[in-house]
């Protein structure tokens, strides 16, 4: 049996720190609180800032879990004119969408109307070619950053007949409570 109290303490810990960390050397655990979590490693200095004693795959790893059934299924997506750092539009993808966008290089989406697979543009030519996907920290929400290759991203007609760019397209004025066009989106 180890006497913990024997145990040489480090400065500027407390009791309770320093038995879970010594628990930890002991067991050479996997950490599993609601994520997944990389092995911890034991050769490491529990104590030291610069090298964290569990590094979270999730959130500081290079493997992709996107956390589908975090949400019901359904991951938000943003949706950005690479060029330009413009929010063209706010969609779902469910692990269909996301895997036709990811193989495809054209943006795909769940459409939550309809209940079913959505590629953008597919019927109007509309399409938004992808040049890259940004994962968030918790891999549940989605950046796409695309190039418009033909018309617009919104499904909204300008009075000039043509698709507006983004669906973005009014703005709030706050002390009437009412929505005011963006410059040339009418």
């Known amino acids: 049996m180890i006497n913990i109290n024997s145990m040489k303490k480090e400065p500027n810990v407390s009791q309770k720190q320093y038995l879970h960390a010594t628990l930890l050397r002991l067991k050479k655990v996997y950490y599993i609180c609601h994520y997944m979590f990389e092995p911890i490693n ?32 359904l991951l938000p997506v943003v949706v950005q004119e690479t060029t330009t750092g413009q929010i063209l539009m706010v969609a779902s993808v469910n692990k269909e969408a996301f895997d036709f966008t990811y193989k495809n290089n054209l943006a795909a989406f769940y459409s939550t109307s309809r209940k079913c697979l959505w590629i953008k543009g597919a019927s109007a030519g509309n399409l938004l070619k992808v040049d890259n996907i940004l994962v968030d ?23 000039n007949g043509e698709n507006r760019k983004t669906c973005f397209y009014r703005k709030l004025i706050s002390d009437t409570e009412s929505l005011t066009f963006l410059k040339g989106e009418k």
Do not use: W
Not at 45 to 67: A, H, R
Not at 141 to 146: E, G, H, I, S, T
Not at 147 to 157: F, V
């Open 137 to 159: 920290c918790d891999q549940d929400a989605l950046v796409y950053q695309v190039t418009i290759i033909a018309g617009g991203a919104c499904h909204t007609i300008k009075e």
């Open 42 to 73: 034991t050769n490491a200095s529990m104590f030291n800032d610069k090298q964290p004693l569990i590094k979270n795959v999730l959130e500081e790893g290079t493997s992709l879990n996107l956390q589908f059934e975090k949400r019901g299924g």
